[in-house]
T-cell receptor
Framework: SQQGEEDPQALSIQEGENATMNCSYK?????LQWYRQNSGRGLVHLIL?????REKHSGRLRVTLDTSKKSSSLLITASRAADTASYFC?????????FGAGTTVTVRA | DAGVIQSPRHEVTEMGQEVTLRCKPI?????LFWYRQTMMRGLELLIY????????DSGMPEDRFSAKMPNASFSTLKIQPSEPRDSAVYFC????????????FGPGTRLTVT
């Protein structure tokens, strides 16, 4: 079952713009992770944020976590064509990851 | 390291046939996960192993599915008999610390059952 729900389902932006996507979940979590999937490929881990953290940065990525609202956001700054992919949040509960349905991001050159 | 290796990359089979998917995790990773991805259901965890022992198989859809991990460097996912609704991309992933850390995914096996 999918615990995380991403929003929006799809996003189209111009190169250089920022992309923001959100993830909401239902139960208490130990951590929340974001993954990227390019078409026809496996998932690649981007960033992990623990339940006691509120914000984390990695390069052009910024992740926030609000456990009171059971939500997280992923911001990609200064997007590039290579950022075109599907992005998934995954919540860690009961020692298993549950993945959301994903946000498909298209970056137009 | 070569990363997680899966074979075959593509499999087309007829309904009723046995299908075996293979996975070689990253050396030193104690956790191995099998996932299935479809448009309708997204990415689902089927089963995971810790130190070659199955820990949680609650995601295995039915008795037609079975998974083994005879040693630390090899796992199989078997479907017998296969059905058209089993058509999906099956991913294997491995990690050092289970769900508490990063999981490394293989390229997947695209299974088509006709």
């Amino acid at each position: 079952s999918q615990q995380g729900e991403e929003d929006p389902q799809a996003l189209s932006i111009q190169e250089g713009e920022n992309a923001t996507m959100n993830c909401s979940y239902k139960t208490s979590i130990n951590n929340l992770q974001w993954y990227r999937q390019n078409s026809g490929r496996g998932l690649v881990h981007l960033i992990l944020i623990r339940s006691n953290e509120r914000e984390k940065h990695s390069g052009r990525l910024r992740v926030t976590l609000d456990t009171s609202k059971k939500s997280s956001s992923l911001l990609i700054t200064a997007s590039r064509a290579a950022d075109t992919a599907s992005y998934f949040c995954a919540t860690d509960a009961d020692y298993k990851l549950s993945f959301g349905a994903g946000t498909t991001v298209t970056v137009r050159a | 390291d070569a990363g997680v290796i899966q074979s075959p990359r593509h499999e087309v089979t007829e309904m009723g046939q046995e299908v075996t998917l293979r996975c070689k995790p990253i050396s030193g990773h104690d956790y191995l996960f099998w996932y299935r991805q479809t448009m309708m259901r997204g990415l689902e965890l089927l089963i995971y192993f810790n130190n070659n022992v199955p820990i949680d198989d609650s995601g295995m859809p039915e008795d037609r599915f079975s998974a083994k991990m005879p040693n630390a460097s090899f796992s199989t996912l078997k479907i017998q008999p296969s059905e058209p609704r089993d058509s999906a991309v099956y991913f294997c992933a491995s990690s050092l610390v289970g769900s508490e850390g990063e999981q490394y995914f293989g390229p997947g096996t695209r299974l088509t059952v006709t």
